[in-house]
């Protein structure tokens, strides 16, 4: 079951019937089981797996709260752990270690023949994990209590508005909202429904429409595309990923707001970072967050944060570049391709934002020991450029077409022609120019709220009307999310 189809849009709009007309009590319930609903209608065999992952975090999280011992909580926290990244490791990443390991004997002679073996990922599996890690981990260090209602801790880890691709939940910043007594609150009911139709627009309207050009323009020979083509295919995708994936995290957040739930933010316009640590403050905020708080800061030892607010510390700029440092953020960085995809494709996108922040990172520290300016607009759209060029490596069917695609920047003669036709570039500028632009539409629109709520009511109802409509239109095509494969 997608966001962008009829048959989620009419079970949600039961399952509200529902809740709203249940009493507290029988409200969670509602949750729980609508949340198993929505996950079956996936593969109804990987519910059982789910329940099984779930009820040993909840076992082994509520041991390690009781356990007076270190050891024996050590024990317990492993207990979840190993569960968590051995389910993962396994439906997710046996294929790519088991070629990589036969390819790796070929090399030292070493033959074996490939056995054929069938495993189809769980759909939702990396961010339920690491829903179930931060749980345990925070109750290990104190910083969260075990909830002792069964059906209360998986709704926490099921909830199914974000079960299948964020945002990332905290225990401490949910949970209580999950059983606290709620009174139908109109207004974010109505706030609730417009995002998931501004979502379908920036889904159905946009990333989808934009993705018929980024599928065919990756699918060309880049030994025949120019510098040129090379850009513009980087920018589209770029716009396709954010709006696809931006579109979803709107619709999770308006559905749950329409249950009285308040998730956190995932996307905060990206693109307008002035460096590469600010658009990961501004980028799949509940995911940097967590590799910051539960992989990052560790590593360096450090306090975490435990805030789902984007970004890799508090101030990178006064960190020292020590090796040990530099070690820790190619670890992450790896570690954050990797969770992307099983693929050296998403590992070498990992290495390739490492590479950009450790270059911003000897700026910064440049220009404050020559006390030096460099201007923000130059900053931003050096910025813009490489992370760009980075989703190549993201989107690109091979490692090898990758860095063929990069290559071609490189040599002047493949400034001087097109070869894809003329409306993509336009699609492309007229891309980027609304979306540089959609900020500071919002400001004004925020201004015209103060000074005349009515007809900054009305433009909004129109905008909301004409995004409802385009979304009609457009959405006999239903395509499944981009972030659907991790």
């Known amino acids: 079951m997608i966001f962008n189809s009829f048959t989620f849009l009419i079970f949600l709009f039961v399952v509200l019937i529902l809740y709203w007309n249940s009493n507290s009590l029988l409200r969670l319930k509602i949750l729980f089981i609508s949340s198993i609903i929505f996950y079956g209608f996936w593969r109804v065999e990987f519910v059982p ?174 030994k025949l595309m120019s510098a040129l083509d090379v850009l513009t295919l980087s920018y589209l995708f770029g716009f396709q990923i954010y709006f696809d994936f931006s579109g979803y995290s709107h619709i999770a957040i308006g559905s749950a707001l329409m249950f009285g739930i308040k998730l956190k933010e995932n996307f905060n316009f990206p693109y307008h970072s002035i460096s590469p640590k600010y658009f990961w403050r501004r980028w799949h905020i509940t995911l940097s967050s967590w590799v910051r708080d539960y992989i990052y800061l560790p590593l360096l030892k450090q306090k975490s944060l435990n805030k789902s607010e984007g970004g890799f510390s508090q101030n990178l700029i006064s960190l020292k570049l020590s090796f040990y440092t530099i070690y820790v953020l190619f670890i992450t960085w790896s570690l954050m391709g990797l969770w992307h995809g099983a693929s050296w494709n998403f590992i070498v996108w990992g290495i390739w934002n490492f590479l950009i922040i450790i270059l911003f990172r000897y700026i910064n520290l440049i220009n404050n020991f020559l006390n030096l300016k460099i201007s923000k607009i130059f900053s931003w759209i050096v910025t813009l450029q490489l992370v760009m060029l980075g989703w190549i490596f993201f989107r690109a069917e091979t490692l090898s077409i990758a860095f063929q695609m990069i290559n071609s920047l490189f040599y002047i003669k493949n400034w001087t022609f097109i070869t894809m036709r003329e409306n993509v570039y336009l699609i492309t500028f007229f891309t980027t120019i609304f979306y540089l632009i959609s900020p500071y539409f919002l400001n004004l629109f925020g201004k015209l709220q103060s000074i005349s709520p009515h007809y900054s009511e009305i433009l909004k109802n129109v905008l909301i009307t004409l995004a409802l409509t385009l979304v009609i239109i457009y959405f006999k095509v239903t395509s499944e999310f981009i972030y659907f494969q991790f």
């Open 49 to 222: 797996l789910l329940l099984f992952s779930v009820f040993i975090n909840y076992y082994a999280a509520k041991k390690i709260h009781i356990s007076k011992q270190k050891k024996i909580k050590k024990k317990y926290l492993f207990l979840s752990l190993f569960t968590n990244f051995g389910l993962l490791g396994f439906f997710k990443y046996f294929y790519f270690f088991y070629n990589n390991g036969l390819s790796l004997l070929n090399l030292i002679g070493i033959n074996f023949v490939p056995i054929e073996i069938n495993i189809l990922l769980p759909i939702g599996i990396s961010f339920y994990t690491f829903q179930s890690v931060s749980y345990a981990v925070d109750i290990y260090k104190g910083n969260v209590k075990p909830v002792n209602n069964f059906t209360l801790f998986s709704t926490y880890v099921i909830f199914f508005p974000q079960l299948v691709a964020g945002p990332i939940l905290r225990a401490g910043e949910v949970i209580w909202q999950f059983e606290k007594k709620k009174i139908f609150n109109l207004k974010d009911f109505k706030i609730g429904f417009e995002r998931i139709i501004f979502g379908l627009f920036l889904k159905v309207v946009l990333a989808d429409n934009i993705s018929k050009f980024v599928d065919s323009g990756f699918l060309m020979n880049p």
